[in-house]
């Protein structure tokens, strides 16, 4: 039985003047941070702000490469071609590890977000493009990645792999997200989502939206910071997991490999 998990947020999600979510505050809960990297969201001073605050708080900073669309916040499917998304991978990590230099920390880890998230699951040749990426930049970051393509070719290559479990999210029994576009594809109780991510730690199962059970061994929770209610809800995950013995830690590259 598991008694550790890490608990990973995506932040660093504004855009100019715009924000979106308490970054600080959910800094205060999380072991891990995705961060936008500017093609969905995310700018130069965001980015700064958001690494500065990973550092003072030894949370784990992680690289949340996009498709380049900042319009529809990276959840529409772009027509890139795999060398497109090597590139533009490496683009975006390489301005995060930028700012973490500056910061004296480093990149840990490496989350793609919205659709390309979803496409290097099932697309052969996106996978091996962000594994190429991070082979070629920098092979000990670990890929956070959904059971699929994306973590079967970077276990293949050696990368270290964590899969992430998402407890504010409907599951189909196939092990897919029920989109968003659908009614209940985001879980919004927070008691309820604490419940769901203590099953995933300790049963290694999530539940379906047809009532039945898959499963799922989770080395990361991700937490969805973009809504009113996400430090609460944060919190009370947070709460709930430690209450029940488990231990909320960053992640490590040499245990994960091992």
Do not use: K
């Not at 003047?17 to 995310?42: E, K, P, Q, R, Y």
């Not at 995060?96 to 699951?121: C, D, E, I, K, T």
Request: with cysteine; proline share 4%; charged share 20%.
């Amino acid at each position: 039985m598991t008694r550790h998990i890490d608990l990973v947020a995506d932040l660093g999600e504004g855009f100019g003047s715009w924000s979106m979510g308490d970054d600080s505050a959910l800094l205060d809960v999380v072991s891990s941070a995705n961060i936008a990297c500017g093609f969905h969201a995310g700018d130069p001073r965001i980015m700064d702000r958001t690494v500065a605050g990973c550092v003072s708080r030894g949370v784990n900073i992680g690289a949340h490469p996009s498709f380049p669309d900042l319009v529809g916040f990276g959840r529409r499917t772009v027509e890139a071609s795999a060398e497109e998304v090597r590139t533009d991978v490496i683009y975006q990590l390489g301005a995060l590890q930028a700012f973490a230099h500056a910061h004296g920390g480093r990149v840990a880890h490496l989350a793609p977000h919205g659709r390309l998230g979803n496409l290097v699951a099932v697309r052969d040749d996106y996978a091996r493009a962000v594994v190429d990426a991070i082979s070629q930049v920098d092979p000990d970051l670990i890929v956070f990645a959904q059971d699929g393509e994306l973590a079967s070719q970077a276990a293949s290559a050696g990368l270290p792999v964590a899969i992430v479990g998402i407890a504010d999210r409907a599951y189909r029994s196939d092990g897919a997200l029920v989109p968003r576009t659908e009614p209940g594809a985001v879980i919004t109780d927070g008691a309820e989502i604490a419940r769901r991510a203590i099953r995933i730690v300790e049963d290694g199962v999530v539940e379906t939206v047809d009532g039945g059970t898959i499963p799922i061994v989770a080395d990361t929770l991700l937490l969805h910071g973009d809504s009113t209610e996400a430090v609460n809800v944060s919190q009370t995950v947070r709460a709930r997991l430690e209450d029940a013995g488990i231990t909320i830690t960053p992640l490590d590259a040499d245990r994960l490999r091992s």
